[in-house]
């Protein structure tokens, strides 16, 4: 079936650098992009969202980018810092079959100090 | 407020055994959901439960999970006759309305299957 998936397993980035987390997605009827942050031992966190009538999205040190020509979504964090350690996922709604998210593997982020 | 609460957070079980577990999510979300999440992996749904309407089981693995959720609050994950693949941390999440990519998740429940 159609899925989500990220090209990078893992990303290790400078504290104070910028992070760029990427996600290739399938099902082209899928209208609706969400990000999440999973620190270890905990249940996900919602970053930001963006629906498909939008090509960017800015957040408190966020950025979402959308592609919708190559399927593309992906994560920007300014000026990253040792608590934005931890896994990442992209998650896709197809929001005329329901609320139902289809995640991503996910993208593991370590800041080096 | 209390975000999602999940019980128990941890359970050991022998091949064979049925287990329940339990997500109490945030007061007036309307939509409940349960995912399954193996070592390393990404989120796997199961299933959806919205307001009164029909739950969307679609992404029930077998027939031997099930789920419920009494008053529109309270939501029972069950499998029965537990197998070693079911070895995961099953997450309950909540939202407060529909057609919103913002979930609370709580912080699951850690089966193993021995």
């Known amino acids: 079936g159609e899925s989500v998936g990220l090209h990078l397993p893992t990303l290790s980035v400078q504290e104070g650098d910028n992070s760029i987390i990427n996600c290739a997605y399938s099902?082209?009827?899928?209208?609706?992009f969400i990000w999440y942050k999973q620190e270890s031992g905990k249940g996900p966190q919602f970053i930001i969202d963006?629906?498909?009538?939008?090509d960017k999205r800015q957040g408190q040190r966020v950025t979402v980018l959308l592609n919708k020509t190559v399927k593309h979504l992906s994560l920007q964090i300014a000026a990253t810092q040792p608590g934005d350690s931890a896994v990442y996922f992209c998650?896709?709604?197809?929001?005329?079959?329901?609320?139902?998210?289809?995640f991503g593997t996910g993208t593991q982020l370590k800041v080096e100090l | 407020g209390a975000g999602v609460s999940q019980s128990p957070s941890n359970k050991v079980t022998e091949k064979g055994k049925d287990v329940e577990l339990r997500c109490d999510p945030i007061?007036?979300?309307?939509?409940l959901y349960w995912y399954r999440q193996s070592l390393g992996q990404g989120l796997e749904f199961l299933i959806y439960?919205?307001?009164?309407?029909?739950?969307?089981k679609s992404g029930l693995p077998s027939d031997r999970f099930s789920a419920e959720r009494t008053g529109g609050s309270v939501s029972t994950l069950t499998i029965q006759r537990t197998q070693q693949e079911d070895s995961a941390v099953y997450l309950c999440?909540?939202?407060?309305?529909?057609?919103?990519?913002?979930?609370?998740f709580g912080e699951g429940s850690r089966l193993t299957v021995l």
């Open positions: 999440a909540s939202s407060r309305r529909v057609n919103t990519g913002e979930l609370f």
């Open positions: 998650a896709e709604i197809f929001t005329g079959g329901g609320n139902k998210l289809t």
């Open positions: 963006i629906r498909s009538n939008m």
């Open positions: 099902n082209s009827a899928s209208d609706y």
């Open positions: 439960f919205q307001g009164n309407s029909a739950p969307d």
């Open positions: 007061s007036g979300h309307t939509a």
